[in-house]
């Protein structure tokens, strides 16, 4: 999908904030790493046709899987919200062939923005990754 123009909101949160937004809106409870809400479905997609939607992070998480990879929290970071924006744009992961694609991607983006790490290489969120 191309967006030559396009608007996305990101909020950096806690493990607190974060495990609130995922019970009420996946109804999973504690936190997760990333929470995408896209603006273009439903009933607020007459908006603003710029606005892509909501990317949600949870600062907490990513500093403890940045930890566990080995790399920065920059990195982590730069990967989570490559990752939600994805899904704003309708990429998916519930198939393997959507996740290869969705990987693929990823991976482009970082690398074309000079962030190299392992975790570039695998989903965010490890286990979680499969709640999602």
């Avoid at 493990?15 to 997760?32: C, E, F, Q, S």
Wanted: net charge positive; with cysteine.
């Amino acid at each position: 999908m191309r967006c030559p123009t396009a608007e996305v909101s990101v909020l950096l949160v806690g493990d607190a904030a974060m495990a609130r937004l995922n019970r009420t809106h996946r109804g999973v409870k504690g936190p997760t790493d990333v929470l995408a809400f896209p603006l273009r479905e439903g009933p607020w997609s007459r908006l603003a046709a710029e606005a892509l939607g909501d990317v949600v992070i949870s600062v907490a998480t990513a500093r403890r899987q940045a930890r566990e990879a080995g790399t920065d929290l920059r990195a982590e970071l730069a990967l989570l919200l490559i990752h939600g924006i994805l899904h704003l744009l309708g990429y998916d992961h519930g198939t393997g062939a959507e996740r290869r694609r969705m990987w693929r991607k990823q991976r482009a983006i970082l690398l074309a923005c000079g962030v190299q790490t392992m975790r570039s290489m695998r989903p965010p969120g490890g286990r979680r990754e499969r709640e999602r």
